[in-house]
């Protein structure tokens, strides 16, 4: 599968942004989805994932603040952040693995398809 993402930009802290990834292909319902963020000097690191069936899970750091959801005729993944802050700065990359794991993958490595990211800069 191929993944286009798009929606990052600069934003104010408190701010908002939505995130989408596009997803080539006609089995996307039965693809895990995650969307993954890099700081500059920092390793890649999980977001937010929903699994084929709809199982979703957040990193710590954004539970409250972002919400993660898929729309299987669109073929699309969205990720919908609010409060940001400069933390939240980084490159953002969708992901996908096709399974039917209900549980969300955490580990990059889990995923074999990735986007070619889309930045966001979060300015205090």
């Known amino acids: 599968v191929q993944l286009q993402a798009s929606g990052g930009g600069l934003v104010q802290a408190g701010g908002s942004l939505r995130l989408s990834c596009a997803a080539s292909?006609?089995?996307?319902?039965?693809?895990?989805m995650g969307w993954f963020r890099q700081a500059p000097g920092k390793e890649r690191e999980f977001v937010a994932g929903?699994?084929?069936?709809?199982?979703?899970d957040y990193a710590d750091s954004v539970k409250g603040r972002f919400t993660i959801s898929r729309a299987n005729a669109k073929n699309t993944v969205y990720l919908q952040m609010n409060s940001l802050n400069p933390e939240d700065t980084a490159v953002y990359y969708c992901?996908?693995?096709?399974?039917?794991?209900?549980?969300?993958?955490?580990?990059?490595?889990?995923?074999?398809?990735w986007g070619q990211g889309t930045q966001v800069t979060v300015s205090s």
């Open positions: 992901a996908a693995k096709r399974t039917l794991v209900t549980v969300v993958a955490r580990r990059s490595s889990s995923y074999d398809s």
């Open positions: 292909g006609r089995t996307f319902s039965s693809y895990a």
């Open positions: 929903v699994a084929y069936n709809g199982n979703i």
